[in-house]
């Protein structure tokens, strides 16, 4: 541990804050220096934290196991137990309930499906054994969907790691399996996504033990292949027969020490390998990186002080039956929604852009260059057919006489008719842009659920605008396609009549 007292405070104080924030079940936008356990599935992340503890606490099997955030603060103390923030007061000295309570808690929020949730479980962990650390255990990267899961699992676990990780106050540490190609690794290539230049990644390697014979991991430990500014830590965790055979973790930590010392490869690094080493590494990051962001935290502190002081000043001479007050804040209300609904038509842009699929204005931008063109080309002729109405046209105008030129009628005839076809989509496409309007009316109305009358009144006022403007929008086609239908322009530079054709085929020949 470090030898400043005041520093040995830093992280019990950042937990309190944390603790302090989940239990209000609000939002400060306060980004907290943390370290996030980022890997693929079987990566060996639940047995790195287990070997911190020197217990087996965490839940195991096949599948996702971590399917809520698990934020794990360990506590350097004189007894050993354990304590959830959901459960203030009540103290564990039986790991295995531990474990048990990480699971039920979980399928309370996620249910028994394999679900996820982003809701954090908050874990706290004293012991004579662990430094004071805080780790934010994230659920492990899958590809493929299992049992009831929803089929894009996948999303939806790399988007809870954007949460956590994209934050610049978030250490990433980055759990790797040796015995797989660590240029491919799942960890590693999302940590770069977010930390390209390695500044705020930490690298672990693990199962070091089973890799191929003949071959190691030394270029990547001595961070000379895929570098990262702080550098890479190798451990060994106990292998899935000694977990079954309940293999002791203090044992395992010795198996760990022997293989490092005895390993003609890693020999000359072993002082800077293992379990222990990496807690105590950890340890002094984290402190060190609390250090360097408590100026940039005070200064968001305060300023969210001073916004709260304001609105307490505000609110103390607050009368609730004051007209003037009810009627600005009605006021705010419907200005919000305004300034709402034209960013979701105008992409504006705001504090969450919707990644996940299209809405508002470029629904309506999708239908007008994707939707609209696909209904005028489902209205492609058949020529057999338009040959076969040019005839009869012909012939009807010609009656019992026998034409020696094709009438204008028949060319007027045709066209009007295929002029007239355009009518459908076009009103068809007016009809899908008011529904993707509708819809956005829906969406931004949730945010007034607590203001049913307002918002119902709102919804049927602006409902009624747009009704109106479908009925004007709709006559102006159908004027336009009237339009269109009542004179034809043969003199146009588009038209090719028979002079222009003439012309064009002649050409070559002169």
């Not at 962001?293 to 009368?319: C, I, M, T, W």
């Amino acid at each position: 541990m470090t030898t400043n007292v005041g520093m040995e405070q830093l992280i019990p104080l950042v937990n309190k804050l944390q603790d302090a924030f989940t239990h209000l079940g609000v939002s400060l936008s306060l980004d907290l220096p943390q370290i996030a356990v980022v890997g693929s599935q079987s990566a060996g992340k639940s047995s790195v934290l287990e070997n911190f503890v020197g217990k087996d606490f965490l839940p195991r099997g096949s599948g996702i196991c971590t399917r809520r955030p698990l934020v794990l603060q360990l506590m350097n103390g004189n007894v050993e137990y354990a304590e959830f923030l959901h459960q203030k007061g009540r103290k564990y000295t039986d790991f295995d309930a531990v474990r048990k309570e990480i699971e039920d808690e979980t399928d309370r929020v996620t249910g028994a499906n394999k679900g996820i949730s982003s809701v954090p479980i908050n874990l706290r962990v004293h012991s004579p054994h662990v430094l004071n650390l805080t780790l934010v255990d994230l659920p492990g990267m899958t590809k493929v969907a299992v049992g009831d899961q929803p089929p894009d699992i996948e999303i939806q676990i790399r988007d809870m790691l954007m949460q956590f990780i994209t934050k610049e106050n978030c250490l990433i540490l980055a759990v790797s399996p040796a015995n797989t190609d660590l240029a491919n690794s799942d960890a590693l290539k999302i940590a770069k996504e977010v930390d390209p230049q390695g500044l705020r990644t930490i690298g672990v390697i693990t199962k070091l033990d089973l890799m191929d014979d003949g071959t190691d991991a030394k270029d990547i430990l001595e961070n000379r292949l895929l570098p990262l500014r702080r550098g890479y830590i190798g451990v060994v965790n106990r292998s899935q027969r000694d977990i079954e055979g309940k293999k002791d973790i203090h044992a395992a930590l010795q198996s760990e020490r022997k293989f490092f010392l005895g390993h003609p490869s890693y020999r000359q690094m072993a002082e800077r390998m293992g379990t222990p080493y990496l807690q105590k590494s950890l340890n002094q990051q984290l402190t060190n990186h609390i250090r360097d962001s408590l100026p940039g935290l005070r200064d968001k502190l305060q300023k969210q002080l001073n916004s709260f002081e304001k609105d307490v000043a505000e609110y103390k001479n607050f009368r609730p039956d004051d007209p003037a007050r009810k009627t600005k804040a009605m006021l705010q209300m419907i200005q919000a929604f305004s300034n709402d609904f034209t960013n979701a038509i105008e992409g504006s842009g705001g504090d969450v852009v919707n990644t996940a699929e299209l809405s508002g204005g470029a629904r309506i931008n999708r239908i007008f260059h994707e939707r609209f063109p696909l209904e005028l080309v489902k209205m492609e002729l058949d020529e057999k057919e338009l040959r076969r109405e040019i005839s009869y046209a012909i012939r009807n105008i010609h009656a019992i006489r026998v034409g020696l030129f094709t009438p204008d009628l028949a060319f007027e005839a045709i066209c009007k008719k295929q002029i007239g076809r355009l009518k459908e989509p076009s009103l068809k496409c007016i009809d899908m842009v008011i529904g993707e309007l509708g819809k956005v009316i829906q969406m931004l109305g949730e945010k007034m659920a607590r203001y049913p009358r307002l918002r119902e009144e709102i919804e049927r006022i602006i409902g009624t605008h747009i009704h109106e403007c479908e009925q004007q929008c709709k006559e102006q086609i159908l004027i336009l396609n009237a339009v269109q239908l009542a004179y034809m322009n043969t003199n146009h530079e588009d038209f090719i009549g028979f002079a222009k054709y003439a012309l064009l085929t002649c050409r070559p020949l002169n």
